[in-house]
């Protein structure tokens, strides 16, 4: 295998608890997702911690707003030096290419690689009878089907997915697009609130490029062993 494609949500409540158990397990993984709670309660200053582990930052924050907005606070997310982000492709085609341009444009200035920006198609807590509330009279499949497709179309080089839509998402998008998916279980482990998961393996053969992974490996007592467990079903 050419990289790690382990990223371990920090799904942890304090700058502190979070930067320990990154210095913990980064020699075993590929990234570590920042998310809101994390973000907000620890500031921007928490992305440049985690990175001085030498492992790489997916900042999940989900902008969704007017493409000027979405574009200026990429470029922000650029310099803080994350290598990838999340917004949501419901912003729109204008939106996402914004997105896109801004992430590249700001790491050529400032001579890195441009980040991943992935789409957040329909978020896996809708349902069908939930979308139509909000006007969206499709099945929730045909909504993803229809939001992917735009981001590809958008220009977008990577998606965030649940485990059981990688194979129908690989079905139609192009080859290079990264999918990045949550919802892993091993065998042993607690589901909890994970209502539709895949073991690593198997989501890495379905199609996932990355594999978001939290409390399978921050709540286990051993989080590097857990994390090097995971890694080694991987071949
Ligand atoms: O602890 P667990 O492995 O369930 O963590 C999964 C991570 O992926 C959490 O940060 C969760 O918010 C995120 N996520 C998810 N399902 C989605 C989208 C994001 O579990 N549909």
């Given at each position: 295998m050419r990289y790690n494609p382990i990223i371990v949500a920090l799904d942890l409540p304090t700058a502190e608890a979070a930067v320990q158990?990154?210095?913990?397990?980064?020699?075993?993984v590929g990234a570590f997702k920042i998310g809101k709670e994390l973000f907000t309660s620890a500031g921007p200053d928490i992305v440049k911690r985690i990175r001085a582990t030498g492992a790489a930052v997916f900042l999940d924050l989900k902008f969704h707003d007017i493409p000027n907005t979405v574009a200026k606070a990429v470029a922000a997310a650029v310099r803080l030096d994350v290598q990838m982000l999340t917004i949501h492709t419901g912003g729109g085609s204008e939106?996402?290419?914004?997105?896109?341009?801004?992430?590249?444009e700001t790491a050529l200035a400032l001579g890195r690689p441009a980040p991943l920006v992935l789409g957040v198609t329909v978020l896996t807590s809708l349902d069908t009878q939930a979308l139509s509330e909000v006007g969206v009279t499709d099945p929730v499949g045909k909504q993803v089907e229809r939001l992917a497709s735009l981001a590809a179309k958008s220009g977008l080089r990577g998606l965030v997915c649940s485990p059981l839509e990688l194979v129908g998402l690989r079905a139609f998008l192009p080859a290079e697009m990264q999918l990045v998916t949550p919802g892993i279980r091993g065998a042993g482990d607690a589901v909890g609130d994970q209502k539709r998961t895949l073991s690593a393996p198997e989501a890495m053969q379905a199609g996932a490029s990355w594999l978001v992974i939290g409390r399978p490996i921050c709540a286990a007592p051993d989080p590097r062993a857990a994390a090097e467990k995971i890694l080694a079903t991987l071949g």
């Open positions: 158990m990154a210095a913990q397990v980064a020699p075993a939106m996402m290419r914004a997105a896109e341009k801004s992430a590249r």
